[in-house]
Structures are given as C-alpha cells and as structure tokens.
C-alpha cells in the first residue's frame, strides 16, 4: 500500500513540474491574456466598422427594383480587393413599360366587366441582363447607427425578349366569338377588346434582342453591422440594342433607352 501511494506522490509531483515547465501550460496568467487578445481584436474590428471599412472577403445580395419605366429583381455577387474597393457582378431581370402605357377596362357585356386591356400595347418586352464592375467606399459610417455612402459602376450585354401582347377580341359588341389578335391589327379591324390573354400567350413568338448595357449609382447602406448589408441604392441605367424595340402600335420604335432607378438592397458579407 505504501508503495502505491509514494508511486502516486511521485507521479503527480513529475505532472506538476512539467506543468510549471511548459510554456504553453494554461495558467491564470495565460488565460487572462488570451481573453485580452481576444477583447482587443474585436475592439478593433468594431474601431473598423465604425470608420466604415469593409473588412470581408465577400458579399452575396439580392434587390427589388423599380424603375423610371419598368420594375425588376437582382442578385450582386462581390469580392473585395481592399478594405474600400469591391469587383462586383451583376444580374437582373426586368420588365420595361412605354411611357404611354394605360391599362382600361375590357369591354362590358350585361353589366359585368371583363379582364382590362393596355390598350395599343404591341410587345410586352423583359430584360435579363449580366454586368461586371466595382464598388468603392465613399464614406464610411461614423458609428452602428450611421449610413456607409457607396460608388457603383457597372456594364455588360443584355439580352432583352419581345414578346408580343395577346388580348382576347371579338368581332362582335355582345362578346360572341371570341378569338386572340394583337396591335395594331385590333385597331385596324375594329375589333371588340375583351381582355389580355395573358402572361403565358406569345411565347412561342419572342423575339431576342441583344445589346450593351451600363450603369452608375450612388449605394446608402444603413445596415447596423457591415457583415449585414441593408442598403438603398439610387442610379441611372443606358442600354443600347442592335435591333429596334417594338413596344407600343404608332409610336416610334428604338435602340436606345435610359432610365432612372431605386434599388432596396438586402444580403450578408462573409
């Protein structure tokens, strides 16, 4: 029994000395200045964040746009190559609206009314477009509750789909013999209105549009944190296409479009 004990004595003081030997034994002392490191490393990354730098590898966002003549949604992939400046690419999917487009009410038979119409409406014409660019720090945040200020330019193709605007006519004031007819023919003929066919009609006669598209724009991110984007963004848009687009029956067709835009901005930084 004795010799058990004095063998546990002498191991345990073996253990001890080790212990007081090693260097990276965890002792109060080493915790406490882990704990320190630790505190001035997240110290310094609130200084950063609060100077407004941008200290991620990367961002993911998505976008609801609406435009000075349409509406649409996007998806920005970014990576950074400083602390203030981002390669960020771009897509999106709109649909663009002619200026004179108004939507009325269908024709009315026995007091009902019908599905409504834009009337004159010759093409619906949706865009998908793919850009590349950068995003450049301005200014940054003066505190959590502050706004980083954001430069944005970007350019790439768009390849734009003109698909023609199907309404559902009769030749007939009391809606017999319904049947499907387009812009400008229901004017020419003097056909009865009923109502837009729909957004599946016309597919199978789309035609493509490519062409150049480019973009500037002022980016508000008011998000609390940087790893959180929550961010405005308020710019103009030029695209150019290398065939005229048809939109509306008797008004001009064209190439070139400009427009301007508001973007609410949502995602993470990693």
């Keep these: ?23 990276n034994a965890k002792s109060p002392t080493y915790k406490e200045d882990k704990k320190k490191e630790r505190r001035e490393r997240i110290n310094a990354l609130i200084k950063l964040e609060e100077e407004g730098e941008i200290i991620f590898n990367k961002h993911s966002i998505f976008g609801v746009k609406l435009a ?9 992939f970014g990576r950074f190559k400083s602390n203030r400046v981002a390669n960020i690419f771009q ?87 319904q049947f499907r007819s387009t812009y400008p023919t229901i004017i020419d003929s003097n056909y009865y209105e009923i109502g837009a066919a729909g957004f599946t009609r016309g597919w199978d006669k789309v035609k493509l549009k490519p062409g150049l598209q480019a973009k500037a724009a002022m980016r508000f991110d008011y998000g609390r944190f940087n790893e959180t984007v929550a961010a405005i963004e308020v710019g103009v848009n030029a695209e150019y296409y ?26 993470r930084r990693k």
């Design 1 to 23: 029994m004795k010799k058990i004990v004095l063998s546990l004595l002498m191991g345990l003081a073996i253990l001890t000395a080790t212990a007081q030997n090693n260097p």
């Design 68 to 76: 000075t003549d349409g509406y649409g949604i996007s998806y920005e």
């Design 91 to 177: 897509f999106e999917l709109n649909e663009k609206k002619h200026p004179k487009e108004k939507r009325t009410t269908g024709a009315q038979f026995n007091g009902f009314s019908f599905n409504s119409v834009i009337y004159g409406k010759e093409n619906n014409f949706y865009q998908f477009k793919m850009g590349m660019g950068q995003q450049r720090v301005i200014g940054g945040k003066d505190n959590k509750n502050g706004v980083a200020v954001m430069g944005i330019y970007s350019g790439g193709i768009s390849l734009g789909l003109q698909k023609p605007y199907i309404v559902n006519v009769s030749k007939s004031p009391n809606g017999g013999d």
């Design 242 to 267: 290398f065939s005229k687009v048809a939109q509306m029956a008797y008004n001009k067709d064209k190439n070139f479009f400009f427009n301007g835009y508001i973007t609410l901005l949502f995602g």
